[in-house]
C-alpha cells in the first residue's frame, strides 16, 4: 500500500472512516489532458488521487493513464462528478455507469454532484437535487462507490441535503486558494462533517505572481507553486492541482517536506481579494447549451494504447 494511506499528513478521514490522499492530481477539458503527465504522476512522483468529472471528457484516457503507469487501480483514488443534466434516478444511475466504464473500474472513490445548479426546464430544483443525492446514497448502500459528496455547494445548497439526506455528503469539493477562501463555508462544512475539499490551488496561475507567495517561496527556497499548496495541505485540505507538464506535476508533489511558518500561513489566511477563478453565473448556459463532455479537451499529447 502506497505511503500516503500509511502516513497520516498524506490524507484526511472522511466521516465514513475512507481515506481521502490530501494531494490530488487535477485533469479537466480546459487547459489539456496529458497522458504522459498523468502516468508520470503515478509512477514517478507518488499521486494515488486523481480527480475528474464526466464533464471533461478525460475519463477513458485517465483509465489508459493507469494502467501505462503499472499502478493497481485499487490503489488510486479516483474522483468523478455527475454533470447536472444527468441529474435524477436512472439517469444518475448511467452517468455513474458510464464513468466507471470509461474510467475502467467497477467502484470508485468518490461521486459527486459537479454543480448545485439544475437544467433551466426543471420546475422542482429541490426534489430533483434530492433524488439525485438518494441515488447516490443507493449506490454508497450497494458499495458501487466508497464516498459520494457534492461541489460548488454554498450553505443554502448543503441545506437542502442536509434537511432530507440519510448520509450526510462526506465532501464538498470548492474553489480554494488565498485569493479565495470561503471561511464561513468552510467552518458551516467542518461543523457537519464534511470534508471541505479545494480545487484551483494556484487560482490557474493567477497566483503565482503575487509577491508575497514569491517573497515566501525564496525564504524557503521553493516554488510560489509549493508554498501555495503547501498552504492547503497544512490547513488539512485535500487539494488537487493540475499541470500538464511532467516537471510542475512532481514540482506540486514536493510539499511534504517544509512546513509554513504561523507569520506566513495568516499572511495566506488574510489574502482574500475575492477573485473567483469559476464564475458560478456562468454555469447555468453551460449546463443549458448542449455541448458535449469534453467539447474543450485538448490532448497536449496523444495517448498512447498501454
Ligand atoms: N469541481 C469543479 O467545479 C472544479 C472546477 C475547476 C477545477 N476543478 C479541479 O481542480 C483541478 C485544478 O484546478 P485548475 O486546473 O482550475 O487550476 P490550478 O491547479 O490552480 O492551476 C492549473 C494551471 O496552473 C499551471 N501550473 C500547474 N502547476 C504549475 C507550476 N508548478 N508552476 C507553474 N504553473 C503551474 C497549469 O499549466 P500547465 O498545465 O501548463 O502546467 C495550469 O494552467 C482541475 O484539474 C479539476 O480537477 C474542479
Redesign the pocket.
Known sequence: MADVYTNPEKHVILHNNVKMPIL?L???H???Y?HE?VVYALKNCGYRHI???KR?GCEKYIAQAIKASGVSSEDVFLTT?CWPTDYGTNTTREAFNGSCQRLGVNTLDLY?L??PDVPSGVRDKNSLLLDTWRTLELLLDEERVRSIGV??FLEPHLEVILNECSVVPHVN???F?PYNNPKKLRSYCKERNIQFEG???????M??NEPQVLEMGKSYER????VLIRWGIQKKIPT??????GQ??L??SQVFDFELRTEDMDTLNNMTREIQ??DPSTIQAKIDNPLPDGYKLKL?QIPVEP
Not at 480545487?199 to 496561475?205: C, V
Open positions: 490530488g487535477g485533469t479537466s480546459d487547459g489539456g496529458s503527465a480527480d475528474t468529472a471533461y462528478k459527486l459537479h454543480w461541489s460548488n469539493q470548492c474553489e486558494h480545487y484551483s490551488p494556484l487560482a490557474k496561475g497566483l503565482l516554488t510560489p507553486a509549493q488537487i492541482p493540475k499541470s500538464t507538464k510542475r506535476v514540482e506540486n477563478i469559476m497536449v
